[in-house]
């Protein structure tokens, strides 16, 4: 069965410093990582889509993909308090498949 | 903007009821889900819908069945429910593109006594 892993945390950041979250898969045919937030009582909203090896940057976030070392990562930079959130990694097989497997969360908490 | 409806924020049933969790969206999405969330568990994908009268197990189907009549609608049956199954369940639904958004419901918390 693939699995995602991510170190469930908690990880406390503080305000203005660079957040980083990771998250492995065991798959090597995965195509597409995801990166969802999660804020406490709410449902999970997409925030980044990386499909490529290398970087993808988007405003105060960038998402890495390193698929020969099977890892994607999220940095978040100059955090915030409204980045406390819990961060759910998600991997999809192929283009054609639409079920997405997520893994378990990193919960980050911004420290004013 | 999508809206992803559950019928249910809140749910109290008995072990052995007939448990009803329904999911209407309104952005014509090919493709719905149902996930169950838990403490140190993450998402766990129940069963998903491609199309009407079409579904797929996912990791976690035993205990659960779906139905999916109309396209906009996709409903999550507990036949008989059981302590293990209180959950925080999330329907989503997304299009047919390549992108992987899906787009979530509100979640129905369900306790079973």
């Known amino acids: 069965q693939k699995e995602v892993e991510q170190n469930s945390g908690p990880l406390s950041v503080p305000e203005g410093a660079i957040a980083s979250l990771n998250c492995t898969y065991s798959d090597r045919v995965s195509q597409s990582f995801f990166w969802y937030r999660q804020y406490s009582g709410k449902s999970p909203e997409l925030i980044m889509s990386?499909?490529?090896?290398g970087d993808k940057e988007d405003g105060r976030f960038t998402a890495q993909l390193n698929k020969a070392s099977q890892y994607v990562s999220l940095l978040i930079r100059d955090s915030q308090p409204s980045d406390s959130a819990t961060y759910l990694c998600a991997e999809r097989s192929n283009f054609g498949n639409e079920k997405l497997t997520f893994g378990t969360g990193t919960r980050l908490t911004i420290i004013p | 903007d999508v809206k992803v409806t559950q019928s249910s924020r809140y749910l109290v049933k008995r072990t052995g009821e007939k448990v009803f969790l329904e999911c209407v969206q309104d952005m014509d999405h090919e493709n719905m889900f149902w996930y169950r969330q838990d403490p140190g568990l993450g998402l766990r994908l129940i069963y998903f819908?491609?199309?009407?009268?079409?579904?797929e197990k996912g990791d976690i189907p035993e205990g659960y069945s779906v139905s999916r009549e109309k396209k906009e609608r996709f409903s999550l049956i507990l036949e008989s429910a059981s302590t293990n199954q209180t959950s925080m369940y999330l329907c989503a639904s997304k299009g047919g593109d390549y992108t992987g958004e899906l787009f979530f419901g509100e979640g129905s918390r369900l306790t079973v006594l």
């Open positions: 990386i499909y490529s090896n």
């Open positions: 819908s491609y199309d009407v009268k079409m579904k």
